[in-house]
């Protein structure tokens, strides 16, 4: 064999094994974000919320660039408040050192009870997957002891109703919910749980512990044990039977049903 016929046979395996490395590379799962500064607020201490809107990859803390979301409001007593007008852009810095869009509002709490934000944003093109991702995402937060309409249905197109009370979490707490689709429980949908890794100081022996995979059942309810304290997003996630453009070319919609809680260990 010439030098030169192994030359070429070698650069063609060496491009089959990068591609193929590629291929097999784990995709990380996308989270929209919706944090607020506090999951309780007890009489007596600082009714200014401050809430952050980041889409990302929360372990791994691999940034998204954000577009202005589409909704983003509160639920509380009855009354549903659009808060879109209350956001400003801002940018941060994820755990790789880029510099990436995201959004932050603050919300002053007047009334007593359970305030849900929401938020829907803008569909994210991506890539690598070739569809677009719309995730409906909300947290709940609890003012001044009331503890009423935590598990109210916002009605959004994709949600998480709540079978557990989102807040005063122990860590190990078992929590469960019901993901639907336009009104109605989705059986056996896929749902992702990561972990924020907020200071980027966990490290995961091996990819399929980042995500964590689980299902719902025949009735649309899931249920999770969350392992450390801190913030926990679970996202159900549904193929929608619809497309949008890109390119001059259709592409299916991915919606996801985004739910954020806060464990707290015992004796915090």
Known sequence: ?????????????????????????????????????????????????????????????????????KRFGVWVAGKETDLLDKLQQTSYQDHAGDTLSAYQSSYKIRKPGDHLFFVEPQPYWEAAEERFIIHYTKTVVNAFGMEEGWDHELGLPMEIIPLARPYGLWTNNLFRGVVKHNGKPVAFARVEVEYYNEKGDLKAPADPFITQVIKTDANGVFAYVMPKAGWWGMAALVESGETMSHEEKNYPVELGAVLWVKTHDLGE
Not at 27 to 51: C, K, N, T
Request: glycine residues 8%.
């Open 1 to 69: 064999m010439t030098s030169t016929l192994w030359c070429k046979r070698f650069l063609s395996k060496l491009l089959l094994m990068i591609g193929m490395v590629g291929v097999f590379a784990p995709a990380y799962a996308h989270f929209q974000m919706i944090i607020p500064s506090d999951e309780i607020v007890s009489a007596g201490e600082s009714r200014e919320l401050r809430l952050d809107l980041i889409f990302t990859h929360p372990f791994e803390g691999m940034g998204l660039n954000m577009k202005k979301p």
